[in-house]
């Protein structure tokens, strides 16, 4: 493989990448934020690796696990101050990945996540709802 079709490989995938975080966080300014710097940040620390074809061949197949994982790995949720739930909705790309235990187990991404949500009245529940008609709650 030359040099110039690697590139061409590395750019596509940062530019699918970009396009993945930008749906997956539509409305989150934070995460797209934050995804953008960790984007980058990988893509330069790795800007001027050379090497054997299979370590370069590994660098690009991580592109493509990336970009799996933020359009089909990840699910995104809302609280319902109301009824004190995050409500997740499980899209059929995702169904397709996942068991019965795993679609029903949803936690807070971060530490400061589950503190927002308990200074409004205690942790919420999960409640896992799928677009294709199924789901669950926890």
Known sequence: MTTSTTALRALSGYRRLFRARRQLFAGDDRALAESRLAIRAEFDRNRHVVGPPDRLEGLLAMIDDAEDMLLNGIVRGELNPERNVVEVRIGSNHEAR?????????????????????????????????????????
Do not use: L, Y
Not at 113 to 138: H, Q, Y
């Open 98 to 138: 996942m068991d019965g235990d795993t679609m029903t187990h949803v936690d807070p991404i971060t530490a400061e996540t589950g503190a927002d949500m308990t200074e409004s009245g205690g942790k919420p529940r999960i409640e896992v709802t799928s677009t294709m008609g199924g789901g669950g709650s926890s």
